[in-house]
């Protein structure tokens, strides 16, 4: 049978509420039991002094203690003699009366066992030579004793066996009373616990209950679920993480079809101009001259460009891509893109500006080929996107906790709308910088897997020199 959080959490609570209450139970009842025992035995030790001075009487009037062996009722009289005035003492004294002196005959020899006995079937007494003369067999240990004077001398002495078991029967009444309480408040706490368990378990679990709803709505595919956050502990937490993962998968969704969308159309275009031209070709509208033969080329590098950015995306995104790192020098990686990249620069006449400001030994924990890759793309797209006859600045700057890389280009530049974005997958600005000059929005997203591959930030601002500014931010080696 399937029983839900709910009733399992409420049922550790009863539990847990159960087990508390008995033991609070058992042991007030024995701290109890203990200390009326203790207050028992106070009261008795009180009239046991009482008794005694009332023997000493008896012993200083009579002489002796034979009387007490000849006439057993008397030792009862000097007992209820002790009982404090009221309806108690009045009582024992009328049953005195109805005493039958020749079939009475008082306690004698060993103390019985496992008997409630009465106090005064516990008191003994001893003559001056510690001989029995009324009473029970006194054990050590188990008695409490006064001794009694007569004329500076020890004549007797007055003991009570301990009390081990409640014998009175106001005694008895009391404890039975307290324990009909003691057991009703018991009751009485389990039920008001039980019932205040109950809801709050319920409660508790209402944020269980909507994370699993929830958690159902995502699995089908419902990424807008959100859930509310009542409170600011795990649970509150656990809400808060939740609506966070459903936005991010909702995001992802929507990235994802756009993703689709896009890839689609950058690979329509260039297979649909391939497509034009062939057929055209094919039916003899153009002749298949070298003019036509590097268009076509053209169009299938940029598709095989294309598809190579596409993949090497895909093995950033997934962490696929391979990384050999090792100590490097920060500039060699910058110093070979440029090298690459120098008869495209000239090509379009583009002034270079370089500034490296390294101080000391510095090194990159890094792939050279991985930076290298990432600045020949980056020089690639200021090369590309620059107007002829334009600059480009390169700068390095280093301090001892990282090293920042500035390539800057001239017009045109880009919205400042478009600078966050620039790092998007895809995503290309309108106008200058557009598809005609053959970009397909992939490589610097490739770029910014690179740079935060190595633990390093990668961010676009406008230029100085009036177009567009790339500043990458790499942490240098630890020094041993």
Same mark, same amino acid.
């Given at each position: 049978?399937?029983?839900?959080?709910?009733?399992?959490?409420?049922?550790?609570?009863?539990?847990?509420?159960?087990?508390?209450?008995?033991?609070?139970?058992?042991?007030?009842?024995?701290?109890?039991?203990?200390?009326?025992?203790?207050?028992?035995?106070?009261?008795?030790?009180?009239?046991?002094?009482?008794?005694?001075?009332?023997?000493?009487?008896?012993?200083?009037?009579?002489?002796?203690?034979?009387?007490?062996?000849?006439?057993?009722?008397?030792?009862?009289?000097?007992?209820?003699?002790?009982?404090?005035?009221?309806?108690?003492?009045?009582?024992?004294?009328?049953?005195?009366?109805?005493?039958?002196?020749?079939?009475?005959?008082?306690?004698?020899?060993?103390?019985?066992?496992?008997?409630?006995?009465?106090?005064?079937?516990?008191?003994?007494?001893?003559?001056?030579?510690?001989?029995?003369?009324?009473?029970?067999?006194?054990?050590?240990?188990?008695?409490?004793?006064?001794?009694?004077?007569?004329?500076?001398?020890?004549?007797?002495?007055?003991?009570?066996?301990?009390?081990?078991?409640?014998?009175?029967?106001?005694?008895?009444?009391?404890?039975?009373?307290?324990?009909?309480?003691?057991?009703?408040?018991?009751?009485?706490?389990?039920?008001?616990?039980?019932?205040?368990?109950?809801?709050?378990?319920?409660?508790?679990?209402?944020?269980?209950?909507?994370?699993?709803?929830?958690?159902?709505? @995502?699995?089908?595919?419902?990424? /807008?679920?959100?859930?509310?956050?009542?409170?600011? *502990?795990? %649970?509150? +937490? =656990? #809400?808060?993480?939740?609506?966070?993962?459903?936005?991010?998968?909702?995001?992802?969704?929507?990235?994802?079809?756009?993703?689709?969308?896009?890839?689609?159309?950058?690979?329509?275009?260039?297979?649909?101009?391939?497509?034009?031209?062939?057929?055209?070709?094919?039916?003899?509208?153009?002749?298949?001259?070298?003019?036509? @033969?590097?268009?076509?080329?053209? /169009?299938?590098?940029?598709?095989?460009?294309?598809? *190579?950015? %596409?993949? +090497? =995306? #895909?093995?950033?995104?997934?962490?696929?891509?391979?990384?050999?790192?090792?100590?490097?020098?920060?500039?060699?990686?910058?110093?070979?893109?440029?090298?690459?990249?120098?008869?495209?620069?000239?090509?379009?006449?583009?002034?270079?500006?370089?500034?490296?400001?390294?101080?000391?030994?510095?090194?990159?924990?890094?792939?050279?080929?991985?930076?290298?890759?990432?600045?020949?793309?980056?020089?690639?797209?200021?090369?590309?996107?620059?107007?002829?006859?334009?600059?480009?600045?390169?700068?390095?700057?280093?301090?001892?906790?990282?090293?920042?890389?500035?390539?800057?280009?001239?017009?045109?530049?880009?919205?400042?709308?478009?600078?966050?974005?620039?790092?998007?997958?895809?995503?290309?600005?309108?106008?200058?910088?557009?598809?005609?000059?053959?970009?397909?929005?992939?490589?610097?997203?490739?770029?910014?897997?690179?740079?935060?591959?190595?633990?390093?930030?990668?961010?676009?601002?406008?230029?100085?020199?009036?177009?567009?500014?790339?500043?990458?931010?790499?942490?240098?080696?630890?020094?041993?």
């Amino acid at each position: 049978m399937k029983i839900s959080l709910h009733y399992k959490l409420f049922g550790a609570f009863l539990a847990a509420i159960l087990a508390v209450v008995v033991y609070m139970a058992l042991v007030m009842q024995w701290s109890f039991d203990r200390g009326f025992l203790n207050y028992v035995s106070m009261v008795e030790h009180e009239q046991l002094e009482r008794m005694a001075d009332g023997l000493e009487e008896y012993y200083a009037r009579e002489k002796g203690w034979q009387g007490l062996q000849v006439d057993p009722v008397r030792i009862f009289r000097v007992i209820i003699a002790s009982y404090p005035e009221g309806r108690r003492k009045e009582r024992l004294q009328k049953k005195i009366q109805d005493f039958n002196q020749d079939s009475f005959t008082l306690p004698s020899g060993p103390l019985p066992s496992g008997e409630r006995l009465p106090f005064f079937l516990r008191i003994f007494l001893l003559d001056e030579h510690k001989e029995i003369v009324v009473g029970y067999d006194p054990e050590p240990e188990h008695t409490e004793r006064i001794d009694m004077y007569y004329q500076n001398r020890v004549v007797g002495t007055l003991g009570v066996h301990f009390v081990r078991n409640l014998s009175e029967s106001h005694q008895l009444l009391f404890a039975r009373k307290h324990k009909g309480v003691l057991v009703l408040v018991a009751v009485a706490g389990f039920l008001l616990a039980a019932g205040l368990s109950l809801p709050f378990s319920h409660r508790m679990t209402r944020p269980i209950r909507q994370l699993a709803a929830g958690t159902r709505a @995502l699995a089908s595919g419902r990424y /807008e679920t959100r859930i509310r956050v009542e409170s600011g *502990d795990e %649970l509150g +937490q =656990l #809400s808060h993480d939740f609506n966070k993962l459903a936005e991010i998968l909702e995001k992802n969704r929507k990235s994802r079809s756009s993703w689709f969308a896009d890839i689609s159309h950058e690979l329509r275009t260039p297979l649909s101009i391939l497509q034009g031209k062939i057929e055209a070709l094919q039916d003899g509208v153009f002749c298949p001259d070298q003019e036509m @033969l590097g268009t076509l080329h053209r /169009e299938v590098t940029h598709l095989g460009r294309l598809v *190579d950015d %596409l993949y +090497q =995306l #895909s093995l950033s995104d997934q962490g696929a891509m391979s990384y050999y790192r090792v100590e490097v020098e920060p500039c060699w990686a910058l110093e070979q893109a440029l090298d690459s990249l120098g008869n495209e620069r000239e090509a379009k006449k583009l002034a270079l500006e370089i500034s490296i400001k390294v101080e000391g030994h510095i090194t990159l924990f890094a792939d050279n080929e991985r930076l290298k890759q990432l600045f020949t793309n980056l020089l690639s797209n200021s090369i590309r996107y620059t107007d002829q006859g334009g600059v480009i600045r390169v700068t390095v700057e280093s301090d001892h906790e990282k090293v920042t890389y500035n390539i800057e280009d001239s017009s045109p530049s880009v919205p400042a709308e478009s600078m966050k974005k620039l790092f998007n997958r895809l995503y290309r600005v309108e106008g200058s910088r557009s598809r005609d000059l053959g970009g397909a929005g992939l490589g610097l997203s490739i770029c910014r897997n690179i740079v935060t591959a190595h633990g390093g930030k990668i961010e676009a601002h406008p230029s100085p020199l009036g177009g567009l500014q790339i500043k990458v931010i790499l942490p240098v080696s630890e020094q041993v």
